[in-house]
């Protein structure tokens, strides 16, 4: 069974940086997407960075140039590097992934989420 876990959340201060992990277990047999989204109290989850599988990459606007999404195709693991932190960056930051998984079919799959907390 495929599961994603994330790692590297945690407390820093306004400017600092952070690198989160998202690492996939079990059977994988293809990759689509894989992609990192957040969700600060009292709002909606939203996209904050995803990466193809043919290696294409989109962020969401308030990121751009801070934030870079990469992927360590060997282990399945995607990262989400995190710069020049702010306090609205403040969230649960969750993995999410497109795999292709022993029912040879591509499916949703989602981390249980990483809280990130930016102090100012």
């Known amino acids: 069974q495929v599961q994603l876990v994330e790692s590297g959340g945690g407390l820093v201060q306004a400017g600092g940086s952070l690198r989160l992990s998202c690492a996939t277990s079990g059977s994988i047999f293809g990759i689509r997407t894989m992609a990192w989204f957040r969700q600060a109290p009292g709002k909606q989850r939203e996209l904050v960075a995803g990466l193809s599988g043919s290696g294409d990459t989109n962020y969401a606007d308030s990121v751009k140039g801070r934030f870079t999404i990469s992927r360590d195709n060997a282990q399945n693991t995607v990262y989400l590097q995190m710069n020049t932190l702010n306090a609205e960056d403040t969230a649960v930051y969750y993995c999410?992934?497109?795999?292709?998984?022993?029912?040879?079919?591509?499916?949703?799959?989602w981390g249980q989420g990483t809280q990130v907390t930016v102090s100012s």
């Open positions: 999410y992934a497109v795999l292709k998984d022993g029912s040879l079919r591509y499916r949703d799959f």
